[in-house]
């Protein structure tokens, strides 16, 4: 299989490693330099904490690709993906399968402008994944993959199904999810009830949860997700998201949350506009007010702007 892994960071490089080494034919396309020269110099250094390896993979800026391949997997962050799929069209053909495994909600509305719906399969991943530096990927550990079909068919679904099996053979541990929708807005919304919190508090999650605030706070945040949610085709409890987001973020303990670590630590744009943004954009399709998340949407780009974030 072609295989093309738009946007080559931390879980680009991941999935792309572990495609490659299954035996696919993949190419890396990235935009920033001095990753892509360490990656053509030496390879893509790869760690799993207790070994390092060279992996030789050839790497691309978006323009030098011509080749149309089989399967491209979006791996920018949320608000690159425009800029990426416009760039890429040369790799885009009649048959080529877009999977999109991004955090937050919205993306289909990137990719149906440009790719037929017919070729879309979104999903959602557990796997994790960071760069020590440009070249040098760090990832162990287990994940989940789950992904599905975007267009209702049979032919779609047996699609998705081979796209499964491809991840599968690559020990991606991957599943054929009935519904899709569902499992991204449920890692949206918890990934919207605390992430940018955290970053708004500079705190860990476990330091923000011992608060007295943060159970009547997430359930406000948690109530605008799921209203939106659920009119989005999503089947979410309020109760139920409430529960797990709380209880996961204390046991997680002392991890700061990614949009903590872009914002705060590396003074780098956040994913807010796909995940509490979302909300408070879509639940004006609904007539609906989304306060919390507008409010916490502000107040992040807010702070990008004194933290002057490029
Ligand atoms: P990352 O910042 O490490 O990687 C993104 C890469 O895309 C960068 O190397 C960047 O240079 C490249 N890029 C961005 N825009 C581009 C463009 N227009 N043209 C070419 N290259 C471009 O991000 P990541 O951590 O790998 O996350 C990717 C997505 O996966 C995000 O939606 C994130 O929320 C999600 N995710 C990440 C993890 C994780 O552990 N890293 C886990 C689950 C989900």
């Known amino acids: 299989m072609k295989v093309a892994i738009a946007g080559s960071g931390a879980l680009g490089s991941r999935f792309g490693v572990m495609l490659h080494d299954a035996g696919n034919e993949v190419t890396l396309i990235d935009k920033w330099p001095e990753h892509i020269e360490l990656i053509r110099k030496n390879g893509l250094l790869v760690d799993n904490g207790e070994e ?19 399967l491209v997997f979006v ?20 048959h080529t399968k877009i999977i999109c495994l991004l955090n937050g909600v919205g993306h289909e509305t990137i990719l149906q402008e440009h790719i037929s719906l017919h ?11 960071s760069l020590k530096g440009p070249g040098h990927a760090y990832f162990n550990g287990t994940g989940k993959v789950e992904i599905q079909n975007f267009v209702v068919g049979e032919k779609e679904e047996l699609e998705a199904k081979q796209i499964v099996e491809l991840l599968n053979e690559a020990g991606l541990n991957t599943s054929y999810s009935t519904n899709v929708t569902t499992s991204i807005w449920r890692k949206a919304c918890t990934n919207g009830a605390m992430n940018a919190i955290c970053a708004l508090l500079d705190s860990n999650l476990h330091q923000y949860c011992s608060t007295d605030q943060a159970e009547p706070i997430t359930r406000q945040i948690v109530k605008e997700f799921v209203i ?31 949009m903590h670590q872009d914002l ?12 509490n943004g979302a909300v408070a954009r879509m639940s004006k399709e609904f007539e609906h007010e989304a306060p919390y998340n507008e409010l916490i949407t502000q107040l992040i780009h807010a702070k990008e702007q004194i933290l002057e974030v490029k």
């Open 228 to 258: 939106v949610a659920n009119k989005k085709g999503a089947s979410l409890n309020e109760e139920e998201i409430v529960d797990y987001v709380l209880q996961a973020s204390k046991n997680i303990g002392s991890h700061y949350p990614s």
């Open 75 to 94: 791996f920018t962050k949320s608000m690159g993906l425009q800029e990426m799929i416009e760039d890429i069209k040369p790799v885009i053909g009649e």
């Open 119 to 129: 070729n879309i399969f979104m999903g959602v991943t557990l796997y994790t994944a």
């Open 264 to 275: 705060v630590q590396n003074h780098r744009y956040t994913e807010v506009d796909f995940l």
């Open 52 to 70: 390092k390896r060279y992996v030789n993979i050839p790497v691309f800026y978006p323009s030098e690709v011509k080749e149309t391949m089989d």
